[in-house]
């Protein structure tokens, strides 16, 4: 027999569907609440809400696990390549050798941009933050390709647009770091990999014979597989709900950089170094930090700990860690904020008020550090997340408009003024 939640309320009895995932996973569909009972459900933040069905990404907070499509995020992060697990949440299967080097040719033969993108560029200040630059360039490609406004089109199409946004992703994403440099763009050389293009792009200048170190594209191509997705979280509920208005597949990863920017996302990875320098230069006591974070009256908190879902360990944090110091030694770097890192992550783990919120390292405590030893400065930080989770964003995208999901629109409980008259300002 099915089974079903009972709602008591005014009186009366109401059946309530349940909903079970493959992972067991149990939700009461209520769907139907306002419609029978005349009430709404209240969640601020979304904490206890699913808000689809999705076949993309399972995790499980309390043991720590992260599967994309089934795949761990341990065997994912140790044996594939980024474009491989890029295939995978778009497509749903691992590619075989000659679909991965179809995709692969695809994504080369796209990666430059339209010339004009450069005048867009050059409007910016150079103090721009590179996300706000990135989040601006891409909504641009709309310009470029107004045909991607439509995202009825033909699923052949469709494809067009989403192998385009991988392509172009690392040109505009060097470029707006190039900007803030102000030196001049690097184009992209299609002989190169995703990940060793983008380091060219990033770091070579026409004077300059760049040559790529292996140890940091390796690195790179980890992190970024790290990042590729994450299930329901601020940026991909904020990609699937503008493409629920039917708005185009750039727009949305738009919006999704946009959420993705804030210090509580993805621009903790920015925030965290920033704390750690801080700490540093305040003379490296870490236990007046941890005082602070646990402090009400204070609105510090420390960054790169705790996560809304994971609540015993965050499974990329620990893969993060083990990278950062593989990438140290094999760089040969010494950098005084693992210290403060290692330090500061010793006080908090052993602390009773982070112990009882559950609240331990997440993925952006270590990525910095890396991102640090690869010389990638501190406001990219963001725009390199933004860079691995863009496969998650379009596979989201691409699952919701496939399920033909409705436009995304909560309800509110009002709590405002009632009905009132208008008063004429000379009697106010
Ligand atoms: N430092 C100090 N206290 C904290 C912290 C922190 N980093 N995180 C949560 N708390 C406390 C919070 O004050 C609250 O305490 P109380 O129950 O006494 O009111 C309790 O823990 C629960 O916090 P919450 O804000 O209700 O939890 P949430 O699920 O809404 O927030 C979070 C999750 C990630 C926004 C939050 O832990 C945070 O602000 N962390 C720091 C920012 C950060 O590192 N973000 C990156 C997340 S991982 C990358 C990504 O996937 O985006």
Redesign the pocket.
Known sequence: MAKKAELHYDGKVYELPIIEGTENETAIDISKLRQDAGIITLDR?F?NTGSTESAITFLDGEKGILRYRGYSIEDLAENASFLEVAFLLIYGELPNSKELYNFQEEVSKHTLVHEDVRAILDGFPSKSHPMGVLSSLVSSLTAFYPKSLDPNRSAEEVNGTIIRSIAKLPTLAAWSFKNRMRQPVIYPDNSLGYCENFIRMMFSLPTVNYEVNPVITSALNKLLILHAD?EQ???AATVRIVGSSHASLYASISAGIAA?WG???????Q??IEMFEQIKENGGDVNKYVEK??D?SDP??????????YKNF?PRAKIIKKAADDVLAQLGVEDPILDIALKLEKVALKDQ??KD?G?YP????YSGIIYRALGIPTDMFTVM?ALGRLPGWIAQWKEMRENHEPIGRPRQIYVGENERKYVSINKR
């Not at 997440?362 to 405590?365: A, I, K, S, T």
């Open positions: 933040g904490k994450h979280n601020c940026s993705l210090p509580l996302h993805g621009g903790a990875n925030a965290v974070a646990k009400k510090f908190r420390l960054m790169g700990f705790g996560h809304r879902v965050d008020y982070f919120r609240l997440n993925v952006d405590f997340f």
